[in-house]
């Protein structure tokens, strides 16, 4: 009953974007912006809590800390840090970027009408871009890339992708998968 309230109360529709890192989340969330979406990121929790222990932001560093949380709070505690501000966004459709667990999912739902749309790219081609991108918390190396992979997937993030309302392949130019995700958007939007 409680869930069925939620959603009764709350008018908000939650669009959770899924994928391994450097599969384009964050391009895709910029094109949801660009149509008017508020973007909330499940990452900047982990980075605002490394920053709170006075941590360096390591792939290391932040890694333990997305662990730690899961490990302390539950695992849908990412989620749940973020529920007070997906509440304070003006927008009715709010894009959370890089929801990792079908516990963080199962959180969301609890309260939203969530979609879910998953990206996915190779393995090379998203090591590339984290290179690229060069954030403090990219690996820098294939076996530090590797490492944060498997942590990723551990923490569920490969069931998050299998079971999406939508999948994206993102191997080509940032204004393909901009299109490509404005389209998915829309019809994910109109269901």
């Not at 939620?6 to 094109?31: F, H, T, W, Y």
């Not at 499940?42 to 290391?60: A, C, S």
């Not at 299998?162 to 389209?183: C, M, P, V, W, Y």
Request: include cysteine.
């Amino acid at each position: 009953m409680g869930t069925l309230r939620g959603r009764l109360l709350n008018s908000k529709k939650v669009i959770a974007i899924s994928g391994m890192p450097g599969a384009g989340k964050g391009i895709a969330s910029e094109a949801a912006k660009q149509l008017g979406f508020d973007i909330l990121v499940l990452g900047d929790v982990i980075r605002e809590e490394t920053e709170r222990q006075g941590l360096e932001p390591t792939p290391k560093n932040v890694g333990a800390v997305m662990l730690e949380i899961r490990a302390k709070e539950g695992p849908a505690a990412v989620a749940k840090r973020l529920a007070p501000k997906i509440e304070k966004c003006r927008s009715s459709n709010v894009v959370v970027e890089g929801v990792r667990s079908l516990h963080e999912l199962t959180e969301l739902k609890k309260t939203y009408t969530v979609l879910t749309v998953a990206l996915h790219a190779s393995p090379r081609t998203r090591f590339q871009r984290l290179l690229s991108r060069n954030r403090s918390d990219d690996p820098k190396d294939w076996e530090t890339f590797h490492e944060r992979d498997i942590r990723e997937l551990d923490v569920g993030l490969g069931y998050v992708i299998a079971l999406a309302d939508a999948l994206l392949i993102n191997e080509g130019t940032i204004s393909e998968l901009q299109s490509d995700f404005k389209d998915t958007l829309t019809k994910v939007i109109q269901r």
